[in-house]
């Protein structure tokens, strides 16, 4: 028989978590790959348990990910758990589980960036989406005879899963015109990511695009 988590915690213990947690789920769910040899689901439920085992209790995300779930997009917690809850989840919003975790774990962290350090969780997810965007493009490093294509399915999942471009925390991170870029790029990403092609490489216009965006960025 395996293990069998559970999410009973006590009422006064609900919503508790240090910035020491918010700083490693925000690096986990922007980074995964550094935690888990691969991105998929089991592997981020493991570490996610582990996780809050090993914090005793203290720290809850995983409930916090089912209410808000449930209060927001009611999606009722069911015998699958919150894993069952983001398939759901998933399925509406048209993306793999995931993207979908990655967005949901985002916004069960974004309620703490208005009481805790805000302006250094900003930053973070600043200089992870200007890396994202610098990737756009292909190149070729001196030593190698292949050009390198960072642009592709998984580049689009996890852009797709942290860019909360709705959200007032994410849009207060930018200048009016980078924000206007930014969800220019969403809007063509979206739209490279609705037609399921199976070899990705970056048009014309999300060249230009970036390009735009790292002159606003200089400037």
């Not at 200048?175 to 399921?196: A, F, H, P, Q, R």
């Amino acid at each position: 028989m395996g293990i069998v988590y559970t999410n009973v915690r006590h009422k006064q213990e609900k919503e508790k978590m240090t910035n020491r947690d918010i700083k490693i789920m925000l690096h986990f769910i922007t980074k995964t790959e550094m935690f888990a040899s691969k991105d998929e689901a089991e592997n981020i439920i493991s570490f996610v348990h582990g996780y809050e085992i090993g914090r005793n209790g203290k720290c809850d995300f995983s409930n916090q990910i089912s209410e808000i779930l449930e209060k927001e997009f009611h999606l009722k917690k069911r015998a699958t758990g919150w894993k069952g809850q983001i398939i759901e989840f998933g399925k509406k919003k048209k993306i793999n589980w995931e993207t979908a975790f990655k967005q949901i774990g985002l916004k069960v962290l974004s309620k703490y960036f208005l009481k805790k350090s805000k302006n250094k969780y900003q930053k973070i997810i600043k200089l992870i989406i200007q890396s994202k965007i610098n990737q756009i493009e292909i190149v070729k490093f001196e030593n190698q005879k292949r050009e390198i294509n960072r642009f592709g399915r998984r580049w689009i999942n996890k852009w797709i899963g942290i860019v909360a471009i709705k959200e007032k925390w994410f849009q207060e991170i930018w200048t009016d015109k980078e924000l206007e870029i930014i969800s220019k790029l969403n809007k063509e990403i979206v739209m490279i990511e609705n037609k399921k092609q199976e070899n990705i490489v970056a048009n014309k216009k999300l060249l230009h695009l970036m390009n735009e965006f790292k002159k606003e960025a200089c400037s």
